[in-house]
C-alpha cells in the first residue's frame, strides 16, 4: 500500500496511468495491423529516452542534448551482437573472409576488431546495453557535474558529444558500418525477429519494459530524491549547504537516463532491424528533447504520449505535406516552449486543477452550510496526521 | 576553404575506392587519402602546413564572425542562439539575391556589388534578429534552456523558407574578379585571395565590434546591463532595447559571416548548421564573452581541423579537434579566458 | 593557540579576488556553545568569511580547522555533514514544499543517492520535525507551503532547516534583516535557546539586537579585523569608533 501511494500521489494519477497501460498494451495491439504496431513498438523505444529527459531535464533541470548518443551506444551494442549471429561463415561465405560482418569485408577488413570480439556473447551485449551508456553517462557527468558545468554550457557540450559520435561512426566504414549503419539483422539466438509473431512478442517486450521504467521513474520522482532534485533545480545552494552531494545526485540521475536509453536504443533495433548514426546525432537528440517537451517535461506518461503523438504526426503529415511538416514541426515546438511549457500533460492538468478548484468550492459551500460536521472532519483529519507517518 | 586541400589530394594521387554492395543501398566511396607521413619530403610539409593553414585561416575567419556574434548575444543575455547558424544562411542568400539583381539590372556594378551586399547581409540579418527577439527572445527572458530550444524551432522554420525559396540545390553568388584566384609567392605554395578578403574582413569587423562595445555610449549601456541589470534599470537604462539591440547586432554579424562564407563555399538551406558546434565551442571554449578567447579559440578550432583533415581521412580531423576541445571543456569548463567577475 | 574550548579556529584566513584582497589575515576563534557576532561596515568581508568557512568560496591562504580538522579544500556538502550550517542573507527555502517537508529534508538521514531513495518517514524523523518546528514558532503551519510565508517566517524556517542537521557550528547571515520589532525579539530569543547547545556565528547590522545576542563580537573592516572582544569593549575601541563615524 505504502508502494502503491509512492508510485500514485493521487487517485487521478492512478487512473490515468491505467488507461494508458490499456491503451498500449490491449487496446493498440487489438486495433493496429501488425506493420502499424510495428511503427508504435518503434516510438516506444524513443518513450525510453522520453522518461530519463523527465527525469533529468523536467526534474533535475538539466537539459541534455545529447540522449541520442545513450540511444545509439545501446543499440549499435545491440545491433553489433545481432550483425555477428548474421553474419555466420555459412551464410557469408561468398565474402574475401567469411564470418565477419559483410560492411568489414567491403572496406578490405579481414579480421574482427578486438572490440567486435566481446560481443559473440548474448550476456555481454545485453548488459553492455545499458552498463557502456551508463558508465560512459557516469563519467561525463561526473567531470562535469563535480565543476559545475549546468544549464547552457551542459547542452552545448553534449551536443557536441553527439556530433563527435555521429561522425565518428559514419567516418569509420569498416568498423561501424558507416553512414548506413548495420543492417540486415535476422535471428537472435536463433530466433528469427522478422516473423510477426516475433514481432509482437517484441512489442509487448518493449511495453513490458517501458511501463516498468516508467514506474521506476514515478516512484524516484515521488521519493525523498524526487524532492531533493526539484529542490536542486530551485536552490542548489540551499540543498548543497543541507549536506547533499549535488554533484552525485546529478550524475547519477544522468547516468539513470543514459542507461533508459539505452534500453530504448536495443528495444529498437530489435524491433526496426537497423542501426545507423543518423538515430545518434544533433538531429534526433534534440527531437527527443521536442517529444518530451510536447507530451509534458515533468510527466513520465505525457513524455511517452509525447512521442506517439509527434511521431505519428510527423508519418500523417510529412507524407501528405512534406515542405510544411518542418513549419509545422518547428512552430508546434517554438508555441509549446513559449506557452506550454508543462507540455500536453501541463494542459490536462491545468483543466483537472480547474475542476479540483470547482469541487473544493462546492465543498466549502457544504461547510458553511454545516458547520458542527466539517469541525467534525476537521479533527479526524488532524488525528490522522500520526497515522499516515507510521511506515 | 577545400580548395587548396583538394589540389594537394589530387597532387598526392590518392588511392580511392568505392565498394561494390549487392544489397544496392547508398555507400559513401571509401576513400584513403593519408599515405605515411615519411613519405612527404620536408618542403612538402612545408608547403601543406602553409596552405592548409590558409585554407584554415578561412575557416578561421568564418567561425570568428559566428563566434562573435554569439558572444555577444551570450554575453548579454546568457542566451544560446540556435538558429545562429540560419542567420549565417540568411546573410549568404541574401549577397547571393544581391549578385542575382545587379547580374539583372545593373551588370555594370558588379565588380563593387560585394562590398554593398555586405552591408545588406548585416542589415537583414539585423532587423530580422530584432523582430525574433521581439516575438520571441523577451518573452522568455530568465528561462535559457528554453530559449535554447525555441530558437531551435525558429532554426528549422528559417531551414524550411530557405528551400521553399531558394530550393534545396546550393546556390553560390557570382564573385567579382578581384576576389578570384590566388597569390603565389613561390611555386608550389598558392595563396587565395578570398581567403585573405575574408580574413580582412573578421578582423576589420572585430576592431569594429570592439570600439563599438568600449567607445560608444551604447556599448557603455551594453556592458553595464551585462555587469548589474538591475542597477541599469534603476539608473534609466532601457534594458528592454539595449537587449533587442544586442540580439540585432549578434544576428546581424551573423549575416556578415553568411557574406564571408559566400566566398569559400556554395550556400544550401543546411549550410549554417553545419557550421553551429563549431561556433558554439568557438564561444565556450574561448571563455564566455570574452572577445580575445573567442578569437584564440577560433584560430585554435580552425587550424587543428583544416591541418588535420589533410593527414587524417574523411571527418576524422574534425572528430578528432572536436574531441579535444570536449575532453578540455570538462578539465576546464570556465574555457581559455574566463570572466573575471566575482561569482554569486 | 589550540585550545581545546574553541571549536573553530580561524588562523591567517585571506582569500584574492583577481588582486583584491577580500579578506586579509583574517583571524577568529569561536567558542563552544556561545554567540559570535561579526560586525563591520559595508563591503567589508563579513559574508566573504562565511562564505570561506562552508567552502562556497576557495581561501588563497590560511586555515579554518573545525574540532581539529582542516576544513579549507574540503567540499561543501562533506563540510556541512561534519557539523557546519549556513543560512544566506537572503531566505532560501523551498518555496513550493510544505513547512513540514522543507525540515524533513533537511533531516541528516539518507543524505546520499540511495538513502535518498529509499528515505522513510520514521516516527524518530517526524518526532524532530515536530520539535523543531515548535521551537521555531512554525508547529501551526506544518502543511503551509513555504512560499507563501511571511519574510520573517521564512528566516525562521531556515533556521529551523539548519537545527534539523544538528550542527555544532550555526552561521546566520544577516538573521533580522527586513523584521519586526516583535520578530526581531523572537529571534534573539531563539538565538540565545539554540545557543545552549552549540555555536552561533552572526553577521548583523543592527547594533541593538547584537548587543541583545552577542557574547563576543568581532569588527570587521576592509578585509581585516580591527576589533575584538565583548560589546563594551568594542563600542569603546577608538578605532571602531573612527570606522563607523570616521570617514
Redesign the interface.
Known sequence: MIFFRTLFKTKGEAISFAVFVALIAIILPLALPIFRLNLVGKYLSYGFVAIGLVLLWGRCGILSLGQGVFFGLGGYCMAMFLKLEASDPVSTSIQTTPGIPDFMDWNQITQLPWFWEPFKSFTFASCAVFLLPGLIAFIIGWAMFRRRVGGVYFAIITQAIALILSLGIDGNQGFTGGRNGITDLKTLLGWDIRTTGAQYTLYFLCVFLLLASALLAKYIINTRFGRVLMAMRDREDRVRFSGYDVAMCRTFVFALAAMLSGLGGALFVLQVGFMSPSLVGIIPSIEMVIFTAVGGRLSVIGAILGCLIVNFGKTAFSEAYPDAWLYLMGGTFIAVVMFFPDGLAGILDKSGTLKAKLSTLGTGLMKKLKPAESAEKASAAVAEIPKTAEP | MQGAAETLFFLSAPLSFCSARPSGALTLPHIQLSPPMESYSWEDLQNIFLMQGFAGISLFSVLLLMGLGLAVIFGQMGVINMAHGEFMALGAYTVYLCSTLTAEYAPSFGPYYFVVAIFIAFIVCALVGAAVEWLMIRRLYHRPLDTLLATWGLSLIMQQTFRSTFGAREVTPTLPEWLMGSYSPKEGLDIPINGMFVLGLAIAVSFALLLFMYKSSFGLRLRATVQNRKMSGAVGINTNSVDRLAFALGCGIAGIAGAAFTTIGSTGPDSGSRYIVDAFLVVVFGGAASLMGSLASAFGIAQAQSILEFFLEGTKGKVATLLVIVVALMIRPQGLFPSKVRAH | MSDRNFVLEVEDLGVS??GFKAVDGFNFYLNRNSVHVIIGPNGAGKTTVLDLI?G?TRATSGSIRFKDRELRGT???KI??LGV??K?QNP??????TVL?NL???H?T????FG????????EI?GKCLEIAEQIGLADKLDTEGGILSHGQKQWL?IG?LLM?NPEVIMLDEPVAGMSVRERQETSQLIRKISQNRSVIVIEHDMEFVKEIADRVTVMHMGKVISEGSMETVQNDPKVIEVYIGH
Not at chain 3, 532560501?92 to 514544499?97: K, P, Q
Not at chain 3, 539518507?110 to 543517492?113: F, L, N, Q
Not at chain 3, 535518498?116 to 516516527?123: D, I, N, Q, V
Request: hydrophobic content about 30%; overall charge positive.
Open positions: 579576488f583577481d562552508c562556497k567540499r561543501e556538502y556541512v555533514r550550517g549556513r544566506f532560501s527555502i523551498y518555496e513550493n514544499l517537508e524533513e529534508l533537511s541528516p539518507g543524505r546520499g543517492v535518498c531513495l529509499f528515505f522513510r518517514r520514521t516516527p517526524m531556515e532547516m542537521q
